[in-house]
């Protein structure tokens, strides 16, 4: 069975290309991502890799 962790970070709506991809690069996987309840100009994505 694999064992995950877990990341939540927010996102910047002008920048989520580059975010995106260097979450990838360190072997993030996106989940989900949903608006901030809190600031509009930001997402909240979540993240998930195999932990080890």
Do not use: C
Request: aromatic fraction near 12%; charged fraction near 15%.
């Amino acid at each position: 069975m694999t064992n995950w962790e877990y990341l939540t970070a927010p996102v910047l709506v002008h920048n989520t290309k580059q975010i995106l991809d260097n979450f990838g690069s360190d072997g993030w996987e996106l989940v989900q991502i949903v608006p901030n309840p809190l600031n509009q100009e930001n997402l909240v994505a979540y993240f998930k890799r195999p932990r080890g």
